[in-house]
């Protein structure tokens, strides 16, 4: 059974940082896309990041470029969102997924405020 649980979340304050992490179990984490995913209020869930099985290739949404990077490691079966600079409007239930897999995790609230 496909289990992800994400942590890391919290308030920040603008122009902080948080990294947020999502483990993972259940599958062959190694041979999986993975992605990160933001709801924010009020809006869709929204793809934020993503990072190809073996980690050599990654792309972003063009709201997060530059800020975000997304890592992973395999032997940890955990994938990794780290956020620089952050804005309030990075304020979001931050979730991790495995592609082609249609479950969620339970997510972890990012709130950016001062």
């Known amino acids: 059974q496909v289990q992800l649980v994400e942590s890391g979340g919290g308030l920040v304050q603008p122009g902080g940082s948080l990294t947020l992490s999502c483990a993972a179990s259940?599958?062959?984490?190694?041979?999986?896309?993975m992605s990160w995913y933001r709801r924010a209020p009020g809006k869709e869930r929204e793809r934020v990041a993503q990072?190809?099985?073996?980690?050599?290739?990654?792309n972003y949404a063009d709201s997060v470029k530059g800020r975000f990077t997304i890592s992973r490691d395999n032997a940890k079966s955990t994938v990794y969102l780290q956020m620089n600079s952050l804005k309030p409007e990075d304020t979001a239930v931050y979730y991790c997924?495995?592609?082609?897999?249609?479950?969620w995790g339970q997510g972890t609230q990012v709130t950016v405020s001062s």
């Open positions: 259940g599958f062959t984490f190694s041979s999986s896309t």
């Open positions: 997924k495995k592609y082609a897999y249609s479950g």
């Open positions: 990072i190809s099985s073996g980690g050599d290739s990654t």
